[in-house]
């Protein structure tokens, strides 16, 4: 019998439940056998089991191919997921980082744990961040399918702006000496998942929304009657009061007794501190009436706090809404009861305004002094650390210099700034700040140049600040500052009606692999 027949013969036997004599004498012996070969047999198989779990896990391959949200049935990775999720939560956190605390927010905890305050069906700070995040999704999602159909494509230039900023992302990465490489930096951030290419893929579909956004922001012009129109219909929103004030406090301190506890504040001791501000607001108010200073009266008084402002912006208190009556004219006085704040004010009114004067466009390009070497206990340390100040000073009039025997242009000093500057927010855009105001957060002394007494388009000069020294371009003017004010309102209330028409429709929906973001 050939031994393929034989094998045929033998696997219908098998299925015939025919027994080979030969192994019958032997069955006892291996019933007992199989009995511990499978106790020993399936142990053995939980451990290959458990090992090649384990291999999977740390190669990540379930966390890499699982979907974590479907944005419109389009599914996104655990990876671009978080890229989203992190970067709502990191600007939160930035944003508020001295205020986490009184937040209930623990940033060393899983965001799983910990209760969103407030929150009245148990949903966690995750939660909170994560509904924030599919809103950010399907806001960058809608945006690039918009800019897909109105032919609205990446740019050159877009590109360029994204690889720039990448770059300067591994630089800082890598020089503040926390990672050792921007893999790493990756992984600690966003999770073990994320890799360069969905990193750079995420951010293009941001920026690409962004820029998308921007140009329809752009779009939307007013004309001054549209303006004035808004701004009369709600002048309190735009309009600043100069005024003079001493404020005399009703408040009750808590006071403890003679063993260390803390004295109970009753409705008695409060009425009590109210009436003492009241009888000394009425005397103060008497003696300005009859000729002495707010100022002086304020120097001569315990518990008051004086003011002297040249314009402030309406609130919604006792003493903002006395400021800012319709009918209230200059030179207009009075003592003003603020009972929500235990307090009364003697106060007298100058003027009610709004800001005509024009937001400036600057270009500038920042010189930074080389750090000193030397330590401030060092000998010659402030000679050093003057001596570089010179330096960049000196390289700053050099280049101004330098500009101003060329072509002496906007164009030519927005080349230069993009050649030399040190700031990296404005040097990629020719070291332009547009729309600056008297309430921007800049520097005091650059913020100064910029709104001297005769300040004209053209301008150069040199301003030194805690950054190092600024080569200043005043490129142009821009609208007063109150019609910005009324234009950046309808701007806003246009975007965000164009927001909701272009995501509506759109859903975001979290699947299985959501439990490996955050």
């Known amino acids: 019998m050939s031994a393929s027949r034989e094998k045929k013969t033998r696997q219908d036997l098998i299925k015939s439940d025919w027994t080979d004599p030969k192994t019958a004498r032997e069955a006892q012996q291996r019933k007992a056998e199989k009995r511990s070969n499978m106790v020993y047999g399936a142990i053995a ?4 089991l458990v090992a090649a779990a384990s291999l999977v896990w740390k190669s990540q391959i379930i966390q890499k191919t699982a979907t974590a949200v479907t944005v419109d049935g389009e599914k996104y990775s655990v990876a671009e997921t978080s890229y989203y999720f992190q970067q709502t939560y ?5 944003q508020n980082s001295y205020f986490l605390s009184y937040m209930g927010l623990d940033t060393s905890s899983d965001l799983r744990s910990q209760e969103y305050p407030g929150s009245e069906d148990g949903e966690t700070w995750f939660d909170y961040f994560m509904d924030q995040t599919l809103q950010q999704m399907i806001t960058v999602k809608a945006l690039n399918d918009s800019a897909a159909a109105e032919g609205f494509a990446w740019t050159d230039e877009l590109q360029s702006k994204l690889d720039s900023d990448i770059s300067s992302l591994k630089e800082s990465v890598v020089s ?13 951030t ?14 293009k579909a941001t920026y690409l929304a962004q820029a998308y956004a921007a140009a329809h922001s752009d779009s939307l012009t007013y004309t001054d009657a549209q303006l004035e129109e808004t701004y009369q219909a709600d002048t309190n929103s735009y309009d600043k009061v100069s005024y003079e004030s001493i404020r005399f406090s009703g408040s009750v301190t808590a006071t403890t007794d003679a063993d260390g506890n803390t004295e109970e504040v009753t409705d008695e001791m409060k009425a009590a501190a109210m009436a003492a501000a009241k009888e000394a607001a009425d005397a103060a108010y008497a003696s300005f009436q009859a000729g002495e200073s707010l100022k002086a009266l304020s120097e001569s008084s315990e518990d008051t706090y004086y003011t002297d402002s040249d314009g402030v912006s309406y609130s919604a208190d006792a003493l903002g ?5 319709s009918a209230r004219r200059s030179g207009d006085s009075a003592v003003v009861e603020d009972s929500a704040n235990s307090a009364y004010y003697v106060v007298t009114f100058g003027q009610r305004f709004r800001d005509e004067y024009q937001l400036v466009n600057v270009r500038h390009i920042l010189i930074q002094p080389e750090e000193t070497e030397l330590s401030k206990d060092d000998e010659g340390y402030d000679a050093d650390v003057q001596a570089k100040k010179d330096a960049a000073k000196a390289e700053a009039e050099e280049l101004l210099a330098q500009w101003k025997a060329g072509e002496a242009t906007a164009d030519s000093f927005a080349a230069l700034a993009q050649e030399k500057s040190q700031d990296p927010g404005s040097a990629a855009d020719g070291g332009l700040i547009p729309d600056i105001s008297k309430a921007s957060n800049y520097v005091e002394s650059f913020k100064n140049w910029c709104f001297e007494d005769g300040r004209k388009d053209g301008d150069t000069g040199i301003v030194e600040s805690s950054y190092g020294y600024h080569i200043m371009y005043c490129d142009s003017h821009g609208l007063p500052y109150w019609k910005a004010q009324v234009q950046a309102t309808l701007q806003s209330e ?10 509506a429709g759109y859903t975001a929906e979290q699947q299985s692999g959501i439990r490996y973001v955050g």
């Open 494 to 503: 246009d975007m965000n009606a164009w927001y909701e028409e272009l995501t």
């Open 90 to 94: 990191q600007n939160f956190v930035n």
């Open 45 to 48: 198989v939980i451990f290959v």
């Open 176 to 188: 503040s000496g926390y990672y050792t490489s921007f893999k790493q930096y990756l992984a600690a």
């Open 190 to 203: 966003y999770g073990a998942t994320m890799t360069e290419k969905v990193f750079a893929e995420q951010a």
């Open 321 to 325: 809404a006395w400021l800012f009556d």
